[in-house]
């Protein structure tokens, strides 16, 4: 039943009752939205890009990879690393910039950094674009 269809005089234990099935159907309905994101992640004519926004019909996709790096795995590296090259601040994040050049242009030494990489997808986010209206 719609909430406008509802009557007025309802007891709060009979909204309870609404809002409990509602729920429920709020529920559902989000079990199957996930299923279908996935349907959508995986299928091969999607065409996803691998990192940033792909736009379809009606959906605007956002993916991505979040970078990690394992702490103590660093804290070993950094002894018998060129500190002019080190690619993370102190706390040990990330200056992406820095090691992508290292990745890129000295291997021998992203070898030593990458055992420490994790990288795992991000979640990928869904957005409803807006239908264009037409001007008169």
């Given at each position: 039943m719609k909430i406008a269809e509802t009557p007025q005089n309802l007891t709060v234990g009979e909204l309870e009752q609404y809002w409990l099935a509602s729920k429920a159907q709020e529920n559902e309905a989000r079990k199957d939205r996930l299923t279908i994101e996935t349907m959508?992640?995986?299928?091969?004519?999607?065409?996803?890009?691998?990192?940033?926004?792909?736009?379809?019909?009606?959906?605007?996709?956002?993916?991505?990879?979040?970078?990690?790096?394992?702490?103590?795995?660093?804290?070993?590296?950094?002894?018998?690393?060129?500190?002019?090259?080190?690619?993370?601040?102190?706390?040990?994040?990330?200056?992406?910039?820095?090691?992508?050049?290292?990745?890129?242009n000295e291997p021998e030494l992203w070898e030593q950094i990458r055992p420490a990489l994790t990288i795992k997808p991000k979640k990928a986010a869904f957005a409803v674009i807006p239908e264009k209206k037409e001007v008169a």
């Amino acid at each position: 039943m719609k909430i406008a269809e509802t009557p007025q005089n309802l007891t709060v234990g009979e909204l309870e009752q609404y809002w409990l099935a509602s729920k429920a159907q709020e529920n559902e309905a989000r079990k199957d939205r996930l299923t279908i994101e996935t349907m959508i992640l995986e299928h091969p004519d999607a065409n996803l890009k691998e990192q940033g926004a792909t736009k379809l019909s009606a959906l605007r996709i956002t993916t991505g990879v979040a970078r990690s790096f394992d702490q103590s795995k660093l804290s070993e590296i950094i002894e018998a690393f060129p500190s002019e090259l080190w690619p993370f601040k102190t706390e040990f994040k990330e200056i992406k910039a820095g090691s992508d050049y290292i990745e890129k242009n000295e291997p021998e030494l992203w070898e030593q950094i990458r055992p420490a990489l994790t990288i795992k997808p991000k979640k990928a986010a869904f957005a409803v674009i807006p239908e264009k209206k037409e001007v008169a």
